[in-house]
């Protein structure tokens, strides 16, 4: 089997034999994750060795979200932590070998919860409210981690976070927007002028959600993965976005369609939230605000995956295909704009 887009199998391959020590080719090859994220591939070596290899997408969108040195580092320091994350193997920041720099990490056995059907065949009932459990309380750990200890104090800067992301994201709602979103601007003006006072910086993962970790049969998070967008920051920004991705079996739809967490057992958001605060010790007290933004920067990141698809550039869609992301836009620019009673 040749190796899909996105890996260079001769050069690729000498380079894992010289440089991971114990791999020897030839290499199966399998993509286990694409799009327009960092692409993830499943590499088996000729003792059956799994492997995991990461580069970035084909078509870049944020460079400052596929440095492949930057991620190496992160996972690689949060090893020396309590926050489970794959062990990294090697770093080639040479180009010529696959068209762009990619790192190499041990594999994870585990899952990955991406719909109710994958939930309710892979976990118990009792099992999905383990995962809750455990996935805040993996982000309470990974907000605890001393960035001193595991050299990352000098990730980014420390202050200011929700204002870095307003700038960012509203800059890329400008660049791709396909329409007037009034709703949108309104919520942006309102964010700066209430921002909340943000207490000392930790690790922020930017993009925590279920499917964004691999949990074991118990559902106990085993690996928290897509460490493409983390940053030094304030952490109540990460329990908001996951609030955002997640609606459990009896909550109201959130803005994000997407995800398992409807299956019976997992938790319900108010649950997961209060457990990350008992666990975390922290105050929640603004916590509208952070919500209103996870909920904006949502409408802000999927407008910009409904703009590429229009543009032909993650692939031709059928327009009926579309509609869900305009959908979803709206939705959570509306869901931003009713927690700060602009609506």
Same mark, same amino acid.
């Given at each position: 089997?040749?190796?899909?887009?996105?890996?260079?199998?001769?050069?690729?391959?000498? %380079?894992?034999?010289?440089?991971?020590d *114990?791999?020897?080719?030839?290499?199966?090859?399998?993509?286990?994750a694409?799009?327009h994220?960092?692409?993830?591939?499943?590499?088996?070596d000729?003792?059956? @060795?799994?492997?995991?290899?990461?580069?970035?997408?084909?078509?870049?969108?944020?460079?400052?979200?596929? /440095?492949m &040195?930057?991620?190496? @580092?992160?996972?690689?320091a949060?090893h020396?932590s309590?926050?489970?994350?794959?062990t990294?193997?090697? =770093?080639?920041? #040479?180009?010529?070998i696959?068209? +762009?720099?990619?790192?190499?990490?041990?594999?994870?056995?585990?899952?990955?919860?991406?719909?109710?059907?994958?939930?309710?065949?892979?976990?118990?009932?009792?099992?999905? &409210?383990?995962?809750s459990?455990?996935?805040?309380?993996t982000?309470a750990?990974?907000h605890?981690?001393n960035?001193?200890?595991?050299?990352?104090?000098?990730?980014?800067?420390?202050?200011?976070y929700?204002?870095r992301?307003? $700038?960012? %994201?509203? *800059?890329? %709602?400008?660049?791709?927007?396909?329409?007037?979103?009034?709703?949108? #601007?309104?919520?942006?003006?309102?964010?700066? +002028?209430h921002?909340?006072?943000?207490g000392?910086a930790?690790?922020?993962?930017?993009?925590?959600?279920?499917?964004?970790?691999?949990v /074991?049969?118990? *559902?106990?998070?085993?690996?928290?993965?897509?460490?493409?967008?983390?940053?030094?920051?304030?952490?109540?920004?990460d !329990?908001?976005? =996951?609030?955002?991705?997640?609606t459990?079996?009896?909550?109201?739809?959130?803005?994000w369609?997407?995800?398992a967490?409807?299956?019976?057992?997992? %938790?319900? $958001?108010?649950q997961? !939230?209060? @457990?990350?605060a008992?666990?975390s010790?922290r105050? =929640?007290?603004?916590?509208?605000?952070?919500?209103?933004?996870?909920?904006?920067?949502?409408?802000?990141i999927?407008?910009?995956?409904y +703009? $590429?698809?229009?543009?032909?550039a993650?692939?031709? $869609?059928? +327009?009926a295909?579309?509609?869900p992301?305009?959908?979803?836009?709206?939705?959570?620019a509306?869901?931003?704009?009713?927690?700060?009673?602009?609506?």
């Amino acid at each position: 089997m040749s190796a899909p887009a996105g890996i260079a199998e001769s050069s690729v391959t000498k %380079w894992l034999n010289a440089s991971i020590d *114990g791999a020897s080719g030839p290499y199966e090859w399998e993509m286990i994750a694409g799009g327009h994220s960092n692409l993830t591939f499943l590499v088996t070596d000729a003792n059956g @060795r799994r492997l995991v290899l990461r580069r970035p997408p084909l078509a870049h969108g944020l460079t400052s979200a596929h /440095d492949m &040195a930057r991620e190496h @580092r992160i996972i690689s320091a949060l090893h020396r932590s309590s926050v489970p994350v794959p062990t990294t193997l090697g =770093l080639c920041e #040479d180009s010529d070998i696959n068209g +762009a720099p990619f790192y190499v990490m041990d594999y994870v056995a585990g899952h990955v919860l991406r719909d109710v059907a994958s939930a309710e065949r892979l976990l118990t009932e009792q099992s999905r &409210a383990q995962a809750s459990e455990s996935l805040a309380d993996t982000l309470a750990a990974i907000h605890h981690v001393n960035l001193e200890a595991v050299g990352l104090s000098d990730l980014g800067r420390h202050e200011d976070y929700l204002a870095r992301q307003l $700038r960012r %994201w509203y *800059g890329q %709602w400008e660049q791709q927007r396909t329409r007037d979103l009034d709703l949108i #601007d309104s919520v942006h003006a309102e964010l700066i +002028a209430h921002l909340p006072e943000q207490g000392p910086a930790t690790i922020v993962h930017g993009d925590y959600r279920l499917d964004n970790t691999m949990v /074991d049969d118990d *559902g106990n998070v085993c690996a928290v993965l897509d460490w493409e967008i983390c940053t030094l920051g304030d952490p109540l920004a990460d !329990i908001a976005t =996951l609030a955002v991705y997640w609606t459990g079996p009896t909550d109201e739809q959130s803005a994000w369609e997407s995800g398992a967490t409807t299956a019976t057992g997992f %938790w319900n $958001r108010d649950q997961l !939230i209060e @457990r990350y605060a008992a666990t975390s010790k922290r105050d =929640l007290g603004d916590f509208d605000v952070y919500l209103a933004f996870a909920n904006w920067k949502l409408a802000c990141i999927l407008e910009g995956v409904y +703009a $590429r698809y229009l543009g032909g550039a993650l692939g031709e $869609r059928d +327009a009926a295909e579309l509609e869900p992301f305009k959908r979803q836009v709206d939705s959570a620019a509306t869901a931003a704009a009713t927690l700060l009673n602009l609506i």
